[in-house]
Structures are given as structure tokens and as C-alpha cells.
């Protein structure tokens, strides 16, 4: 068992991204997101999995966007290219799985 901390620290400070763990083909990272603050479009070799723990953001994600909150997940399959922004002071999970 390990236990691992995110603590809240959008009070504190603008974004916040922390590798929280890797374990197998999957690693987890935590990201705060202050409202407005965009991360630049990208894409991953791996399956993505977006859980939005507080807040709201809006993913566009070739070309088409959705706003992902805590009552939703997002799946991302490898390689689509996607873009994000906080419409809200955002805390949100990303879980990046390999195959």
C-alpha cells in the first residue's frame, strides 16, 4: 500500500503539476489549474484518462470540445491531439496507460 498526497494548492499558487505515481504502464499525475490557465495542445503515446476532482475544464480535443467535470470522465485514445483550459480553479487527475 502507498499513500499518496495532492495536497490543494491553488490558494496558494497558479499551476501545479506533480507526477503523483508510476506503477506497471501507468503513471498519474496531478494537475491544478488556476481559472483561465491553458495547457498548449499535445497528444501522448499512451491511453489518457482525465479526472476532474474540483472544478471545471474544457478539453478540445481534435476539434471538438466538452467540458469535463467531476460527475464525468474523459478518455483519450493514443495520439489525438488536445488542448485544455480551466474555466473554473481546477483539480484534476491524469492517468496515462500504456499498452
Same mark, same amino acid.
Given at each position: 500500500m502507498e499513500l499518496i498526497e495532492t495536497p490543494n494548492l491553488l490558494e496558494?499558487?497558479?499551476k501545479h503539476i506533480q507526477k503523483a505515481l +508510476?506503477? @506497471?504502464?501507468?503513471?498519474?499525475v496531478n494537475?491544478?489549474?488556476q481559472t @483561465?490557465?491553458?495547457?498548449?495542445?499535445? /497528444? +501522448?503515446?499512451? /491511453?489518457?484518462v482525465i479526472i476532474v476532482r474540483s472544478g471545471k475544464v474544457s478539453f478540445n480535443v481534435e476539434g471538438q470540445t466538452v467540458e469535463v467535470t467531476p460527475d464525468t470522465i474523459l478518455h483519450l485514445n493514443p495520439?489525438?491531439?488536445? +488542448?485544455?483550459?480551466?474555466i473554473e480553479p481546477s483539480d484534476l487527475l491524469v492517468l496515462q496507460i500504456t499498452s
Open positions: 496558494e499558487k497558479n +508510476s506503477f @506497471g504502464k501507468t503513471k498519474v494537475m491544478q489549474l @483561465g490557465e491553458k495547457i498548449a495542445e499535445h /497528444d +501522448s503515446a499512451a /491511453d489518457v495520439k489525438e491531439k488536445h +488542448s485544455l483550459t480551466a
